[in-house]
């Protein structure tokens, strides 16, 4: 790429590629100032953003191109699919050091245009920097900000809040599987890096829209998040929108292979459904061909004692011997104190 426009018209022709049959309420793409969308009759428009940054959510010398685009494009998806949502666009503004150029940049649109292909997704705009060099000449830092646009029927998003006393958890797939790959990444273990190759949960991570669209069809969850931050924060963000506690079982949980306790407990990225439902709910044993397992149970918070150990625990984990244990959120989260900083992210 020798310009921005040249830059704008590959990314523009690539988009076209994906044909018609993307973005059924985009009226006008690439191409304006602005993009246009219809709102969907008897619907509402599901909105989130995603911003990621090299060294924070990848490596250069860890990440493929290709799994660069894939990921920054999952991530958002991935906020659709726990709330039941269809995607429909996708906005995609990128700083692009100038070494990033020509064959990266077009790997990182391999990545991204596969998985926008895969779940009907149409880029509908964006915008594009080049990244300014740091001290000494050094390159500039490769960031993007993904916004993605998706529509439910009206009144039946699944929320974070709706949870309730005696409800049973559960959770799509397998859990610790993507930390436990980039810890493989880290230790510059020989991982095959080929998209091709046998599913990675942390380089090229599948989101659970069809789950996460059946479970909203079927009003079966009364509350769902994607598994981001890893299950202990992401779950106590359930307990507090729902202002409960929660039971996890340790011998319920359905540890990936390769992946230990502390990883699947705290490790993020695996993008993974955790839901409630009912106790006298049919929830069976697999949704759109994805596992489901009951991991545990939410409790009320009347009358019950503060979880000893964190201030800000509401999570227990019943270990193999019955005991319980304080289990407080140990994910990733940005700006976490100094030698506290959670295991889900690079």
């Known amino acids: 790429m020798h310009n921005e426009r040249e830059l704008i018209r590959a990314i523009q022709a690539r988009a076209a590629r994906q044909g018609s049959a993307a973005g059924r309420l985009i009226k006008l793409a690439i191409g304006d100032d602005c993009a246009l969308l219809r709102p969907p009759r008897g619907g509402e428009l599901a909105i989130t953003t995603d911003l990621t940054l090299e060294g924070v959510h990848f490596r250069h010398d860890w990440h493929p191109a290709e799994s660069v685009g894939h990921r920054c494009l999952a991530r958002g998806l991935s906020d659709l699919a726990s709330m039941g949502a269809r995607p429909e666009a996708a906005f995609l503004s990128i700083a692009l050091p ?4 020509g064959r990266w940049f077009n790997g990182f649109l391999d990545g991204w245009m596969r998985l926008a292909q895969a779940h009907g997704v149409a ?4 915008d594009t920097a080049e990244a300014p060099r740091g001290r000494g000449g050094r390159r500039g830092i490769f960031a993007a900000d993904v916004v993605l646009v998706g529509s439910v029927p009206a009144g039946k998003a699944l929320r974070r809040a709706g949870a309730r006393a005696g409800d049973i958890l559960y ?7 993507a930390a436990a790959e980039l ?3 880290a230790m510059k273990s020989t991982v095959n890096r080929k998209r091709d190759a046998e599913k990675h949960p942390h380089l090229y991570p599948e989101p659970r829209l069809k789950v996460g669209a059946r479970l909203m069809r079927s009003r ?4 769902a998040i994607d598994l981001s931050d890893g299950l202990s924060t992401d779950l106590t963000h359930v307990c507090e929108a729902s202002n409960l506690y929660a039971i996890v079982e340790q011998e319920a949980l359905p540890i990936a292979p390769g992946a230990t306790l502390h990883e699947a407990l705290h ?4 993008y993974e459904l955790l839901f409630t439902a009912r106790p006298q709910a049919k929830v069976p044993a697999k949704l ?12 009320t918070c009347v009358g ?21 244990t304080p289990l407080p959120p140990g994910g990733w989260e940005h700006f976490r104190k100094k030698g506290k900083r959670g295991s889900g992210s690079t």
């Open 183 to 185: 810890r493989a990444l």
């Open 171 to 177: 959770v799509t797939g397998a859990l610790g599987g």
């Open 123 to 126: 880029l509908a705009g964006g």
């Open 267 to 270: 490790g993020g990225e695996d």
């Open 220 to 223: 079966l969850a009364t509350a």
């Open 304 to 324: 019950r004692r503060r979880i000893p150990g964190s201030a800000d625990c509401r999570i227990e984990l019943r270990v193999e011997d019955g005991r319980r």
């Open 288 to 299: 759109s061909g994805v596992p489901v397992h009951a991991i545990g149970r939410m409790l």
């Open 98 to 101: 100038r070494e990033f150029g």
